[in-house]
């Protein structure tokens, strides 16, 4: 499931994470004087549920993690796929036109209440998402693919999921959290329900109106659950204990708990720290000077001003580690093919080499970016690395020479005759006013183009406007960031022609019949050479077409306290594995 | 005086009105669509054979959005009246563009309708790869308004039932397609366009059912966590009313003695000292001044001696059963500088109202009576000056009542206290509309019957007010 979150976090501009791991193979027995009695981490946004199928935020989601478990987590170093609640990574066998996953959860695990988890805790969950009255329809659209469950009587603890189609992400994919039943259908309201039948959308109809399903989803849709420490029971090492609006959630680490005496055998498995505390504070100034008084160990999505600034106080970086790993995102400014303007791959070129991306970079982020030159994270083995646009202004000036952009009435702006009419080449850019990063970003662009002679309007508005405009297709060009990924990259939802209908991603309007090809084909290959290749010949051609100019991902602004070992970064959201935490020795 | 006090409350009830009906049309003007911003919706690139659009129809339904706005509607003769029944945005932005166009809904309705069946043709008769291309035409025919768009497009869908045997057999259906595009373009009635027409919708129609939930005091449900929006106003009004009115007290008992005080010493050098200080104060931006406290007096970072006041918040981790001073006096460290913000910004100006009243008292004539008379100061002070130096206050608190329940935005955001100002501003950066709009009617009837209560305070305590020959 980790990977395909990147949709469900789309567009969030949330800063990211470094994280903190445990070391895999060294001797793993922590002191009792290394425990931490707690952990402060600073989070910047109000949090309004901890329970993940109705969380909205990254950051929710990954407070959440500690409570809930998914039954395999990436390995913070190697990324590996590393089995948690079940026993092992599953079994993957073609089944009719798609796949069976078979799983089967390792027997120390268990709920609270001492009973074990079992395959039924695991359909229940499938079945709690795929109720079509239960208010979670993006995570529903998520789990479609999985179309049928199989019990085995002879081991309670095993199952087999069977997936639609042989989609490239069904393992990441299937691997979800996993609810106790007994918690969340206390009454066995879905019990009577097969999931087939919740997934046949013929039957949709019946149960819409169907009681059980309805009493159900009121239920579980009630708003309060989200926060209510009773019902946020998870086979993880944490529970809510105390949860004030505005100011703090607090988890406590569970007292003999069943992931304890496996941390030998599963490093990835452990969690030290006996609390931790989450401290909602907004602004910035002030999460930073409670930092500076020891009120917080951990603090993200710092800005790169003040994270600069922290590094070079010698006082505060005494106290405190500065990490910066590559977020799992890049910011672009995207080009509306519906605009005649842009029409000519050489219009897009020539604005592309106006881009003085290393200018930009130690502008506006401070030197904390790396510039990319496509969609994919490069950390990717088949990120196209030669493939660089270079800021080359003389070389946009006769890329617009030869697209027959001209300033014949030398009003300073170039011109030309489109449909019998004299056309200015002046474009809006559309952008998020309240980040400082794009406002410096857009003024750079803005002159390097002007004087060339390409008139830009800067059209700045609050974040969610700037994306319901880019939705609604209101921009010439827009500076915006996508989610990628550390693990495969889907690029159906932004670049297939298929998306580009109104309400999808594509709101570019790109369309190239290769693209749709090659992504039908690597949605569906398992063979990672010939996907490779699919996915360099991918950037191939957007790099022939220039769709986006790609500015740059930027880095995670993370501050740990020094006092904790087990603090190393890594790529996987959300970087601060905070329940990984041991106090130095 | 009962008089006085129906026909204020008479004007009162049309006020309310009108502003709720001006609050729900600005609500209706807030970007996003409630359905998204609910996460209502599932993700359209996933779930292929299930009709999103039937899935959005529902939850559309289900908020009320499929009623008409208001009792009644003024518009063009072209339009129907039952545009708003088209639950998909996108499409209803096409036909009014199609109508803005043509002005003749009829044809328009048609030529639509035979798109879907067009569309729905091809979906029953042909696999998804023999029609790939067909089908990705006539999405884009559904979102086309502009004529010669729609002519290319056509050209393209004839074009490629031309090329393909099998898709021959289209060409009927194609050809009543193509037929009702002409209708609209040949038939048009732009005319139409500029004959108003009132249509009226009756009591079921979304202002309506949106004013009647909000005076029981149902105020929708929050966009980011589900929640009643009722409930999120109730938490955040509590915080709210402890620092605000704490902050009123002290800014409105501070102002009433320093404005007696320095119109009693006018021209005096302590007037001129304390004035000038407040005007300085009153310079100094509350934001800013917060933000200097809390670098400065909440941590040891400029000395150990400075670590005094916690950074943010209404309240510590406490030990397990704290006693009740123990508490008490977390609540009030906390409450010290956020209240020091609130109080210092408006005293210049309460103060100066204060001390323009008490002066222009102070010369009148009644004043020097009761001076020959012999009356005390104390006692002149009490009975005449400060009773009838209050009056013009009232105006103010007027005005300084609501904002100590709509809270305050910035020093709550600074200090992190999750009252009314904190919850507006998070609402509006989270486009919780529904929050949004709750609390600015809220604080819209609440300065109403705060103005509806000064006036009728005024009637009764002011004997200058007259009743009788006033024009209420």
């Avoid at chain 1, 995102?329 to 020539?350: P, S, T, W």
């Avoid at chain 1, 190393?568 to 970087?575: A, C, D, K, V, W």
């Avoid at chain 2, 729900?24 to 911003?37: E, H, R, W, Y």
Wanted: neutral net charge; glycine residues 4%.
């Amino acid at each position: 499931m980790k990977c395909n979150f990147q949709l469900f976090l789309l567009f969030t501009l949330v800063g990211l994470f470094s994280c903190v791991m445990p070391e895999s193979n060294s001797d793993v027995t922590i002191a009792e004087s290394e425990i931490p009695t707690e952990v402060i981490v600073h989070a910047p946004r109000e949090l309004n549920t901890l329970f993940p199928i109705f969380s909205k935020t990254a950051g929710e989601k990954y407070i959440s993690n500690n409570i809930f478990f998914y039954l395999i987590i990436g390995d913070p170093k190697t990324l590996e796929n590393v089995p948690i609640i079940v026993k092992s990574v599953p079994v993957v066998e073609d089944f009719e036109e798609g796949l069976a996953i078979t799983y089967e959860i390792r027997p120390e695990a268990e709920w609270d209440n001492g009973t074990p988890i079992l395959a039924s805790d695991f359909d229940f969950t499938l079945k709690m998402i795929a109720n079509p009255r239960v208010d979670t329809p993006v995570l529903r659209s998520f789990l479609d693919f999985i179309i049928g469950f199989k019990y085995y009587p002879d081991n309670p603890r095993k199952f087999t999921l069977y997936t639609k189609d042989k989609y490239f992400q069904a393992i990441d994919a299937s691997s979800y959290f996993i609810f106790p039943e007994y918690v969340y259908d206390p009454k066995g309201l879905m019990k009577g329900f097969k999931l087939e039948d919740l997934k046949n959308a013929d039957k949709l109809e019946d149960l819409n109106k169907n009681a059980k399903i309805n009493e159900y989803a009121d239920f579980i849709n009630a708003p309060e659950k989200g926060k209510d420490i009773n019902f946020l029971v998870g086979g993880g090492p944490y529970k809510v204990t105390s949860w004030k609006t505005g100011q703090e959630v607090v988890l406590e680490k569970k007292e003999d708990w069943w992931g304890d005496q496996l941390i030998a055998e599963i490093p990835q498995i452990a969690a030290y720290p006996k609390k931790l505390i989450y401290k909602i504070i907004l602004d910035e100034t002030v999460a930073v000077t409670a930092a500076k008084g020891g009120e917080i160990d951990v603090l993200s999505e710092v800005s790169p001003r003040d994270f600069v600034e922290l590094q070079k106080d010698e006082a505060f970086s005494k106290k405190y580690n500065f990490h910066s790993p590559i977020a799992t995102r890049y910011d672009y400014i995207g080009f509306n093919f519906q605009k005649e303007k842009l029409k000519d791959v050489r219009v897009r070129k020539a604005l592309a080499h106006l881009a003085n991306i290393s200018e930009i970079i130690k502008v506006s982020y401070n030197d904390l970016a790396t510039p990319t030159i496509g969609p994919f994270h490069p950390s990717k083995d088949y990120y196209y690395k030669e493939l660089k646009t270079e800021y080359e202004p003389e070389k946009a000036m006769e890329l617009l020479d030869e697209a027959g952009w001209k300033d014949t009435d030398n009003d300073g702006v170039r011109d030309k005759i489109i449909n019998n009419k004299k056309v200015d080449l002046s474009l809006d850019l559309v952008y998020n006013i309240n980040n400082d990063i794009t406002k410096n970003t857009v003024l750079i662009f803005q002159e390097a183009v002007e004087r060339v002679g390409v008139k830009i309007e800067l059209k700045g508005s609050e974040y969610r406007t700037t994306v319901q405009n880019a939705l609604n297709r209101n921009f010439d060009l827009v500076l915006l960031s996508w989610q990628n990924s550390i693990y495969l990259d889907d690029p159906k939802a932004v670049w297939h022609s298929d998306s580009d209908v109104p309400g999808g991603y594509n709101f570019l309007g790109f369309r190239n019949d290769e693209i749709d090809v090659l992504i039908n084909k690597i949605r569906f290959s398992n063979d990672k050479k010939a996907r490779n290749k699919m996915y360099k010949r991918f950037q191939e051609i957007l790099y022939k077409e220039q769709p986006q100019i790609f500015l740059a991902c930027p880095k995670e602004r993370i501050i740990i306290s020094n006092k904790y070992d087990n603090a190393e970064s890594s790529l996987i959201r959300p970087g601060y594995f905070e329940r990984y935490f041991t106090l130095k020795k | 005086m009962l008089l006085y006090i129906i026909k204020r409350i008479c004007w009162f009830i049309p006020t309310i009105f009108l502003v709720s009906v001006l609050i729900f049309f600005l609500s209706k003007l807030a970007p996003g669509d409630p359905v998204t911003l609910l996460g209502l919706t599932p993700d359209i690139q996933r779930m292929e054979h299930i009709d999103i659009e039937k899935m959005y129809r529902q939850q559309y339904q289900k908020l009320g959005l499929d009623k008409p706005i208001f009792y009644f509607t003024v518009q063009s003769y072209a339009f129907p009246d039952t545009l708003y029944k088209f639950t998909n945005k996108s499409k209803r932005e096409i036909l009014i563009k199609l109508i803005n166009n043509f002005g003749n809904w009829t044809e328009i309705a048609a030529y639509q309708s035979n798109i879907e069946n067009f569309i729905k043709k091809i979906n029953i008769n042909f696999s998804k790869s023999q029609i790939k291309k067909l089908n990705r035409s006539c999405i884009d025919l559904i979102y086309t308004a502009k004529p010669n768009k729609i002519e290319e497009i056509l050209l393209q869908i004839r074009q490629v039932i031309q090329k393909d045997s099998v898709l021959n057999i289209l060409n009927s259906d194609y050809k009543i397609l193509s037929k009702s595009y002409h209708s609209v373009i040949n038939q048009s009635t732009k005319y139409k366009l500029f004959i108003p027409k009132i249509s009226l919708h009756g009591f079921d129609n979304q202002f309506h059912n949106w004013i009647s939930n909000m005076l029981v005091g149902d105020f929708g449900y929050s966009y980011t966590d589900r929640r009643p929006a009722s409930d999120k106003i109730k938490d955040a009004i509590q915080q709210s009313l402890i620092l605000n009115g704490i902050a009123f007290v002290l800014s409105f008992g501070l102002a009433l003695f320093l404005g007696i005080y320095t119109a009693v010493h006018r021209g005096k050098k302590r007037d001129k000292w304390i004035m000038n200080i407040l005007y300085a104060l009153y310079a100094l931006p509350a934001f800013w001044i917060g933000t200097l406290l809390i670098v400065f007096f909440t941590t040891d970072t400029y000395g150990e001696w400075l670590d005094l006041f916690p950074t943010y918040g209404l309240s510590s981790r406490l030990s397990n059963d704290p006693s009740f001073f123990i508490r008490a006096w977390d609540r009030i460290i906390h409450l010290v500088l956020p209240i020091f913000c609130l109080v210092y910004p408006p005293l210049a100006y309460l103060t100066k109202q204060m001390r323009e009243s008490t002066i222009n008292i102070l010369s009148q004539e009644y004043i020097k009576t009761a001076k020959a008379k012999g009356l005390g100061n104390k006692k002149i002070m009490k009975k005449h000056i400060f009773k009838n130096a209050f009056y013009p206050m009232l105006t103010v608190l007027g005005i300084t009542i609501p904002g100590i329940v709509l809270g305050s935005v910035v020093i709550e955001q600074i200090f992190t206290i999750s009252g009314m100002g904190l919850l507006i501003i998070q609402s509006i950066l989270n486009s919780d509309w529904l929050v949004v709009f709750a609390i600015t009617w809220l604080y819209a009837i609440i300065s109403l019957l705060i103005k509806l209560i000064i006036d009728i305070a005024y009637g009764l305590l002011d004997p200058r007010v007259n009743l009788k020959s006033s024009n209420i």
